[in-house]
């Protein structure tokens, strides 16, 4: 079965007057808009505004900078988001150069200094729902689709970092799935390569991304059944990747210790089972 790539997905391409459309739809939305992101019908289909909101306080990022210090991991310390208008010339310019990558992005249709308009990943009337929305929903009913949503996650960052760049946030929450079949990313607030290297940037995102996954594993029944894939997948990385992996495994062994009695809640879960996958 031929599968779908990029290429076969269509997007609204603008000639110079729909340009000019998309620019004037944008100045109307953000004269009104008091959401950071806001959904519009335009031109018979679906869109976003993001518009410029301040940036986080520096103590929303403490606990991962701490626990990034601890296990002395710098591709998990928080990457700085300047919020405001710069953090949309940033979200804008990644879309762009990711989908001159070749990769499935949000098309940017228009952008002004307080915000930009994009085009929807999905078709009316058609979901384009988060990998983590798909695994969370099926742990319970189809403990197989979440494994194979897994892998499907997986291929989808090497994906990025075949083409030489990173994501911003590798969760699965970012990783959505388009009504063809085809992953989709979403979410470019801030950049680390800014502050990163690259090599430091794409170990984030297999981090995050099992971070955010493996708790679905590990809930699904799936997660020992995941460590054969997630090995196949791992040897196949460049051996630099792996090697980064690797050390991250050993740094990041204490959570084995953590308790694995749910009352202690979801988060120490997703943690230990984090470290139970990334071991093997």
Known sequence: MNLPSDSDYETGDLDEAGAQEAADFLRQCLATQTEPVQRYLWRDGQVWVKRSVAARPRWH???????????????????????????VRTEARRLRELAAR?????PVLAELPQGFLMEHLGRPGQPTPSLAEEMNENTGDDPQKVLALFCQGLQATSRVHAVGTCLSQGFS??????????????????DPQASLPLLQCQLRDVLCYVHSSAVYLLEAGQLEAAREPWRAWLSARPAALQAQVADSARRMRWLRRL???????RDLQRARAAWALLEA
Not at 102 to 106: A, F, K, T, Y
């Open 61 to 87: 990022y403490w606990l991962l900078g701490l626990f990034a210090s601890a296990v002395r991991l710098p591709a998990l310390a928080p990457v700085p988001n300047p919020g405001g208008e710069q953090a």
């Open 102 to 106: 070749g990769l499935r992005v949000p």
């Open 173 to 190: 929450r970012n990783l959505v799935r388009c009504p063809d079949g085809v992953i989709g990313y979403v979410d470019f607030e801030d």
């Open 259 to 265: 308790p694995s009695d749910r009352r202690w809640g």
